[in-house]
C-alpha cells in the first residue's frame, strides 16, 4: 500500500467518524426535542409555551451525557404539576421518540 493510499483510507475513515458523530448528536437532538414536546403536551402546554418548554428540556441534555438529565427534569416538572409517571414510563416514552427521530433523519 502506498503511503498516498494509506492517507486516503486514513481520511476516508475520519470522515465517516466525524459523519457519524454528526448524525448521532442530530438524532439525540431531535428526540430530545421530540421528547420535550411531547411532555410539554403532558404538561398542558400550547403553541409557543410547548416549543419554549421544549427547548428548556433540550438544554436540560447538556449537563451530563447520555439521557438521564433530560428524563430527570422532566420527572421533577411532571411531580411539580402533580402528574405521576415511572422512570421506566419516561424512558419508554424517550426511545419512542428516538425511534421516530432515527427514522426522520434517516428519509431526509
Aim: net charge negative; aromatic share 10%; no cysteine.
Amino acid at each position: 500500500m502506498t503511503t498516498a493510499s494509506f492517507d486516503d483510507r486514513e481520511k476516508a475513515f475520519e470522515n465517516k467518524y466525524k459523519h457519524d458523530q454528526d448524525l448521532q448528536f442530530k438524532v439525540q437532538s431531535k428526540a430530545v426535542r421530540l421528547f420535550g414536546l411531547w411532555a410539554a403536551e403532558k404538561l398542558g402546554k400550547k403553541g409557543d409555551d410547548a416549543q419554549k418548554y421544549a427547548d428548556e428540556v433540550l438544554d436540560s441534555d447538556f449537563d451530563e451525557p447520555g439521557i438521564k438529565d433530560v428524563l430527570r427534569k422532566v420527572q421533577k416538572d411532571f411531580t411539580a404539576k402533580g402528574i405521576t409517571m415511572t422512570d421506566h414510563h419516561l424512558e419508554n416514552e424517550y426511545n419512542v421518540h428516538l425511534t421516530a427521530a432515527k427514522k426522520a433523519l434517516s428519509a431526509a
